[in-house]
């Protein structure tokens, strides 16, 4: 069998915005960029996909919402799909992001087939499928269950592997291979942008997530309370959701001159490249893309010291790292960022080359290319 043949490949991945969405989009795109085919199986086009780009393809997932059932249900018609796209483009691979309910599914398609039809499953772990899911006794056994039966498992960082043998008990291989980052070209310059944002001469500091409680906004919005001057900086929020529910704390902390919020934002690269400064108060994380995402414009970050945040930023080379919780010493290091400048710009250079080295695709996209060969086994030696 030809070892180098392009392969095809299904994606399963949430499509809404969020890191795992984020990471499978950019994935399924530089495989098809390299020769492979791609099909994208889910219930929405994943956001950030491109449209009309060759070799990649996508199949949603209808639900019916019966009366019948007080929930709907998603995994039975994922799977249903998956084994008919399986099926229909003799894939080689399902590769499902977020084990719940996506590896289950995967897992389930694959004993829908025939031998000679069956896909194999590789599942990437991308953090709260472990660190939430996976010790909650609702989910815990299936995900278990959905790891030992996938052909590969993989996690984006050492700490959420670790977390996984911790957590579900799962003492299987696991390689960690992580995330990566390709910005697209921004459409507006930096100055557009900050003009947009009302900025002048403030230092931009930029906090992007999908707000999700553990993101602990609470936090954010607490340290910028504290920095002085106030008019050094602006706060800008790209939020992934909605933040109304946090505008009666920007009032109560009277930063209503401070913070900007802008929701939904699909153009991302247009804020990264006006951002001078990340500010990240999460009280877990398996990576944060959002911090590797400011990296590669050469933005240094301030953030909490946990999860697997410690390999994305090295303290005082690449960025700031803070215990979690303590908001004043996150405040004291973005005084100091905002005021010293040639410091800034040293840690930013810092940041975008350890972000080419370690994160970028020509780095992590070939290392699941080798371990899909490596499933099919159609390595033609050691990788
Ligand atoms: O909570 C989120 O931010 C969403 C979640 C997801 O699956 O979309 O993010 C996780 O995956 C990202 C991509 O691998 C990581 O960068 C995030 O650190 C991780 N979030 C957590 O572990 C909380």
Partial sequence: MDSSRPLKIGITCYPSVGGSGILASALGEELARRGHEVHFISYERPFRMPTNA?????????????????????????????????????????????????????ILARSMLPPE??????????????????ADPGYGPA???????????????????????????????????????EPRPSRRSREEVRRELGLRDEVMILHSSNLRPLKRIDL???????????????????AGGNFAPFAADVRRLGLEDCVIVRENIADIEDYLQAAD?????????SFCLSILEAMCFGCPSIATQVGGIPEVIQDQITGRLVPFGEVGQLACAAEELIQNSTLRAALGRAARQRAREMFSAPVVVPRYEALYRRVCNLSSGPD
């Fill in 220 to 238: 954010l919005l607490e340290t910028a309370a504290r920095i002085r001057p106030r008019e050094s900086f602006k706060l800008v929020i790209l």
């Fill in 54 to 106: 060759p070799r990649l393809f996508f199949h949603p997932v209808v639900i019916n919402d019966y009366g019948l059932f007080k929930y709907p249900d998603y995994t039975l018609p994922l799977s249903v799909k998956m084994a008919e796209v399986s099926r229909d483009h003799q894939l080689d691979i399902l590769h499902v992001h977020y084990a719940v309910p996506h590896a289950t599914a995967a």
């Fill in 117 to 134: 039809q069956q896909p194999r499953v590789v599942t990437t772990l991308h953090g709260t499928d472990t660190t939430l899911l996976g």
């Fill in 277 to 285: 400064l990340g500010l990240i108060t999460s009280e877990s994380e």
């Fill in 143 to 181: 995900i278990h269950h959905a790891l030992t039966h996938s052909d590969a498992v993989t996690t984006v960082s050492n700490f959420l592997k670790q977390e996984t043998q911790r957590v579900l008990g799962f003492n299987g291989p696991m390689e960690v291979i992580h995330n990566f980052f």
